[in-house]
Antibody, heavy 125, light 107 residues
Framework: QVQLQESGPGLVKPSGTLSLTCAVS?????????WNWVRQPPGKGLEWIGE???????NYNPSLKSRVTISVDKSKNHFSLKLASVTAADTAVYYC??????????????????WGRGTLVTVSS | DIQMTQSPSSLSASVGDRVTITCRAS??????LNWYQQKPGKAPKVLIY???SLQSGVPPRFSGSGSGTDFTLTISSLQPEDFATYYC?????????FGGGTKVEIK
């Protein structure tokens, strides 16, 4: 079955750019699905960062939109996150995730049923 | 953005207790509401989707209800493995938003 695995530097300097990759195994990133990033500061709740479709269409959280870029590399079967101008507030576990959906009565309901294990990124000098 | 408000933020309960967690959306989201369980150091795991549908493999002691703005997650008989943090999440629109979480602790 499809699995997700995050990778990237665990330490980023303030004002630098956080860069992470999520490798998709057991399936194609070109399948009909959205590929997401979610983060969780230590001891805090979950925050949705954004998503990308395999075609390249994106949706971002407005709170991060000016600093976030999510991209997809079909040749490598992975998608990536870049977060610019980081501060200590960006220290978090970063998860990649992808949803399934359930359709009933003309409505489709999306839910995150596949997650990576998460990777801790610390912003510090 | 749709704000999701969970209550309580934490609770203490005993094995066998019935536990109820509520989630309120700042606007109507129909049934576009999911519940997740998260244990320390692990990724969230979906329990309930579309407000009331039980994810495959999740024990039937978990149930969800509600529509519009008010939702409930119920654990009918709390088991030792259920001590965790629970989050609601709306999938009505983007940005996807989560509730602040409810930590279920052992009494």
């Amino acid at each position: 079955q499809v699995q997700l695995q995050e990778s990237g530097p665990g330490l980023v300097k303030p004002s630098g750019t956080l860069s992470l990759t999520c490798a998709v195994s057991g399936g194609s990133i070109s399948s009909t699905n959205w590929w997401n990033w979610v983060r969780q500061p230590p001891g805090k709740g979950l925050e949705w960062i954004g998503e990308i479709y395999h075609s390249g269409s994106t949706n971002y959280n407005p709170s991060l939109k000016s600093r976030v870029t999510i991209s997809v590399d079909k040749s490598k079967n992975h998608f990536s996150l870049k977060l610019a101008s980081v501060t200590a507030a960006d220290t978090a576990v970063y998860y990649c995730a992808t949803p399934s959906h359930f359709c009933s009565g003309g409505n489709c309901y999306w839910y995150f049923d596949l997650w990576g294990r998460g990777t801790l990124v610390t912003v510090s000098s | 953005d749709i704000q999701m408000t969970q209550s309580p933020s934490s609770l203490s309960a005993s094995v066998g207790d019935r536990v109820t967690i509520t989630c309120r959306a700042s606007q109507s989201i129909s049934r576009h509401l999911n519940w997740y369980q998260q244990k320390p150091g692990k990724a969230p795991k979906v329990l309930i989707y579309a407000a009331a549908s039980l994810q495959s493999g999740v024990p039937p002691r978990f149930s969800g209800s509600g529509s519009g703005t008010d939702f409930t997650l119920t654990i009918s008989s709390l088991q030792p493995e259920d001590f965790a943090t629970y989050y609601c999440q709306q999938s009505y629109n983007t940005p996807r938003t989560f509730g602040g979480g409810t930590k279920v602790e052992i009494k």
